[in-house]
């Protein structure tokens, strides 16, 4: 794992990393990412509809192989959600 790896683990996507609160909230509903430049991160899901979590995410990354690239992140395949708060899901 290197720095970058080390400093996104465990935050949600789109704080600042110099928050100091950086880690989820407990009244919350967020999406694991898993694997890819983002690995580690939450994502904040509280009130997305299921068509929307089915849909998954892309967001433009410096953090990848290509600078400039992207990070496409879908649901697991009949992977089970719970309704939340906490870690609801987990995006592959």
Do not use: K
């Not at 690995?39 to 904040?44: E, I, M, P, S, V």
């Not at 995410?57 to 708060?85: C, F, H, I, K, N």
Request: aromatic share 8%.
């Amino acid at each position: 794992m290197n720095g970058d790896e080390q400093l996104l683990r465990g935050r949600i996507y789109g704080r600042e990393h110099d928050d100091p609160d950086p880690g989820p909230l407990s009244s919350r509903t967020y999406a694991a990412l898993v694997g890819g430049p983002l690995d580690g991160l939450l994502l904040g899901i509280t009130g997305w509809t299921a068509e929307e979590l089915d849909g998954g995410v892309a967001w433009a990354t410096e953090l990848s192989r290509w600078p400039g690239g992207r990070a496409l992140y879908d649901p697991g395949a009949g992977e089970p959600r719970s309704p939340g708060p906490g870690i609801a899901c987990r995006f592959h």
